[in-house]
């Protein structure tokens, strides 16, 4: 009965213009800029004032709709996490710095630290990755699937208007143990696939490569070993930048040939289905190359069960996905928005590090690990935008039942009722005014999406009864007392 | 059928000795001091490994049986927050630091500072009170009931085997705006108790007192006004501490005189019942004090809404009860536990602080607040020694299907099965590896508490059936293919 208004914050997947869907993200941009600029002015004129009332850059708070929403996207990731059989674990927001270091490359230079105070240098955590290797390398865990939704740092300069924060969620599911060859990888596939579609973000593809592979092209275009990571770095890149940028990067930076850039050019273009391995395979230059066929062999493997798994159509080989952690060893992939939300960015990505959990070893032991992470906070960005252009109210409390009077001080009559309707375990509150016309707190249920109110009046009272209204409807009933439990648990 | 091995988390309350738990207590604590000392020996013999593998000091992982325990009682927790009507908000972990400077008097020392990196001055969130006092400034809202589960950071020394530690979950219920008196406070009172009483920790008490008593008190003692703040401070640490610590604390550090300290004596060694209100009332020399007077008045009006809400053989009025937190303005609270678990501390607690968010706004203009944090890192311990003390096993993932084979290279049947079963929404995994002896896949059912295992082998495949085997009785029946879905939908 309440659809109507109130519905669920999850829609059916709807077309949406490409463009305006962009220039409505330019917009948002500029108006967050001039905010911004606003503020600052603002403070400026306000001598009085001391402080700036804001939260630390790159962060944000998020309001009871956002909040429900968001629960709401989670508690769906979560059911897919589940049906996989994931348990959950969770790990302290900071870290001893020295577990962090040397895991993420470039990228190390984002990590926030604490201030060191007596002894311990702390940063907060850069991912959920790199704790979850710690924390199987101290508990000397050999095997273990998992799950692991919280907030992660990183003190870049992030586009706040395009989803991207210092503070944000990420929500893993990792495989780690001894197992066969790509078999915990395609189920990885799989999970990206099945949370994706429950979500409703519209139509996406998982891009698959290797860094076997990856490695392979390397060596063939002449990169030396010592600047494979810094070559994957900046080939990672290609999602936002044009070739022509990257490779100047890759010459002017990294100080690679000419030739060898345009070399991996040739390579790093190419995408496709099952067809481009085969064809990789009559590369007789790079098949000279051990890693470059064993990675080929392992997308092969991964393709046949992703076809098992029926996510065929969901996946593509892209030679320009490299994926720039540092701690990759095999299959890396990445999901991407390819309807009419395109420009979002990637939405899940992750691989197999199988050396991680051994840098944590004294005796170097690891466990072969997969996993992926999904993006939530794009997620968010793109269903919230959907409600916006929709207008579709989100409840954000459950009140089942508002407990109303009709004149003044009958507020603990309404106390004594709604003690009743607790005890009962059913969801209730009523005004923290005593006072309060009966039209206010009327619209105050139609407002929130309430759908029922117990109205209490002199004239219930003296016949033990209460009225009971159904707030759409605006259809009342009267109900005794001792009936009322019974009644309300009926319309609920 | 498997009551019998996986019990619920939640157990009845039940009887222990309340000297056993304490040794108990007491044991925990020196194994954890051995253990430390061991691993620091150790870590001086072991040259060759530099890397010190473990949390931050105060800090801990979570695995799977701690956060399953964890999950079920902040969902019973969040299902009372909402049978109240509460919505929820989220904030940053952490702030611009001085959003957190002056609230917490001499607490502040204990707040966890990040390094400068670029501008802001930031610092972890010391609780989530302020943080929410500063939402509400910054958006203007008047009001608002909402509540919010996060970690906050304390850089105490705290003793980790008692359950406190420097990083920890807040529950935090609060009611924001201009209402009449006691109303919400009441309400505040009653969530504490019925929260409580969902978990099963045990009988407990409601310590309240009011702020403006307090000062009434300390006028009539002859504290000056200036050292209000500090006399509280040391009051609060009568939970803990005799009186005549207290009271050493009072004349030597806090410089006052003898016969004021014994004067405050008489008064903070009273608790009792609506009976103590009429006494003091009779108090001819406290009654010369406003503050007083309002005090024991909003404490009767509590009394009686308490009683409406039927919580008062919960509640105990105790004047030594002071909460440390300057922020506090009127009613406070505090739930501790009084049956076999005393000893953990409080577990709940509260008050009103109407000033605090004005501190926040430019004109001063504040939005009046109250609201309860619930303990939940001592809750969790308690119940955690429960369930370990009854050896009960807890499940940690939901798998209902188990997909098993009977002979060598059925993995891609395997595969196929859990196809269908995930795109039916049932929850269910194989092993990994393809090759796996039989025994070992049952075997793993029964060690995880998996209810149903699908086996496949050579003969069910020719006659297109499955065999289906209930993990507990052992009974197993073979299922058409077609029907398989159905059959586990039937027996789930």
């Not at 600052?40 to 001391?50: F, T």
């Not at 990294?254 to 190419?270: C, N, P």
């Not at 109205?455 to 109900?479: C, M, N, W, Y």
């Amino acid at each position: 009965m309440l659809c109507s208004m109130w519905t669920n914050v999850f829609l059916p997947a709807r077309k949406y213009c490409h463009a305006s869907m962009l220039s409505r993200l330019k917009i948002a941009e500029e108006v967050t800029k001039l905010s911004e600029l606003k503020a600052q002015l603002g403070n400026k004129n306000e001598v009085s004032s001391k402080l700036i009332l804001k939260t630390p850059k790159g962060t944000r708070d998020y309001g009871p709709e956002q909040m429900a929403l968001r629960l709401a996207v989670l508690d769906k990731i979560i059911t897919v996490f589940k049906r996989h059989g994931a348990e959950t674990i969770d790990t302290p927001v900071f870290e001893l710095k020295e577990v962090l270091t040397e895991k993420y490359g470039e990228d190390s230079k984002l990590i926030y630290d604490l201030k060191d105070q007596g002894g311990e240098i702390l940063a907060l955590r850069y991912d959920l990755t790199v704790p979850f290797a710690r924390y199987l390398a101290m508990r000397k865990i050999s095997s273990i699937k998992r799950y692991h939704i919280a907030k992660v740092y990183r003190r870049d300069n992030p586009s706040t208007t395009r989803g991207r924060y210092r503070e944000f969620y990420q929500c893993d599911f990792d495989i780690a143990g001894q197992y066969d060859p790509m078999i915990p990888d395609a189920e990885c596939i799989r999970v990206i696939s099945e949370a994706l579609q429950c979500l409703n973000v519209g139509p996406f593809t998982i891009k698959l490569n290797h860094r076997s592979l990856l490695d392979g092209i390397f060596t063939t275009c002449g990169v030396p070993n010592d600047k494979f990571h810094a070559v994957c770095s900046s080939i990672d890149k290609l999602d936002k930048n044009s070739w022509s940028e990257v490779k100047r990067e890759i010459v002017e930076e990294k100080g690679l040939s000419e030739s060898s850039a345009d070399k991996i050019g040739t390579y790093v273009s190419q995408s496709g289905g099952i067809e481009l391995i085969y064809e990789l395979k009559k590369d007789n230059e790079l098949m000279k190359h051990e890693s470059a066929v064993n990675g080929l062999e392992s997308i092969e493997l991964l393709f046949k069960y992703c076809n098992i798994f029926q996510v065929t159509d969901k996946i593509i080989f892209d030679l320009s996905l490299a994926r720039g952690l540092d701690y990759y060893t095999g299959i890396i992939f990445e999901a991407i928005l390819t309807g009419d939300e395109v420009g979002v960015g990637s939405v899940a990505g992750g691989g197999r590090y199988d050396n991680l959990v051994g840098m944590f070893d004294s005796k170097k032991k690891s466990i072969p690990c997969v996993g992926l992470s999904l993006g939530v906070e794009r997620i968010f960005n793109v269903l919230e935008m959907k409600l916006n252009h929709e207008s579709v109210k989100t409840r954000t409390n459950e009140v089942e039942v508002f407990v109303a009077t009709a004149q003044k001080n009958l507020y603990e009559e309404r106390m004594k009722i709604l003690t009743l309707l607790w005890d009962a375990g059913v969801k209730a509150e009523h005004s923290y005014k005593k006072n309060i016309k009966l039209l206010a707190q009327l619209h105050h249920c139609e407002e929130s999406g309430i759908p029922l109110v117990i109205i209490i009046g002199e004239g219930e009272l003296a016949k033990g009864e209460v009225t009971l209204r159904d707030v759409v409807s605006r259809v009342e009933v009267s109900i005794p007392r001792a009936h009322l439990i019974d009644e309300i648990r009926k319309r609920l």
